[in-house]
């Protein structure tokens, strides 16, 4: 199966998650800046995982809808697709920022002290929907 890499795209940093090798249990990682470089960043990832599959946030509205974020994921999404020669699974990703908050919450722990590991953990969220969806299969 290979392991697996999701990124959850934002403005200011993007979160990473990988699979183990199963592709059953997703795990979050270091997040990355956004911003020029972020690509090169995300590819450096891909390979350093040997990653057989990527998988990117959309943020959809609460009513399913594309939005400025939306745009800005998928414009993402298809430049690191077109430089890492590998398929770009695009999967929705609404509330998982929520789950993410409240997983720490559950912890005992603030927003506030976990705004730098956030990103990355609702893209463990993410990947672990979508690995749970595959295994399904």
């Known amino acids: 199966m290979g392991v697996r890499i999701a990124f ?12 183990d090798l199963g ?9 990355i800046p956004a911003g020029d470089y972020s690509i090169a960043a995300a590819l450096r990832l891909v ?11 959309l943020p959809k509205t609460l009513q399913g809808k594309d939005s400025a974020s939306t745009e800005l994921a998928r414009t993402w999404a298809c430049q690191l697709e077109d430089q890492a020669k590998l398929p770009v699974i695009l999967v929705d990703e609404r509330f998982t ?30 990947l672990q929907s979508y690995l749970d969806t595959c295994s399904d299969k």
């Open 97 to 126: 920022t929520v789950q993410a908050q409240n997983s720490f919450r559950d912890m005992g722990l603030s927003v506030k002290k976990t705004r730098s590991r956030i990103d990355s953990a609702a893209a463990a969220v993410l």
């Open 8 to 19: 959850d795209v934002g403005s200011v940093r993007i979160g990473v998650a990988t699979s």
């Open 23 to 31: 592709g059953i249990l997703a795990s979050p990682q270091a997040a």
């Open 47 to 57: 390979h350093e995982y040997s990653a057989q599959e990527i998988v990117v946030g």
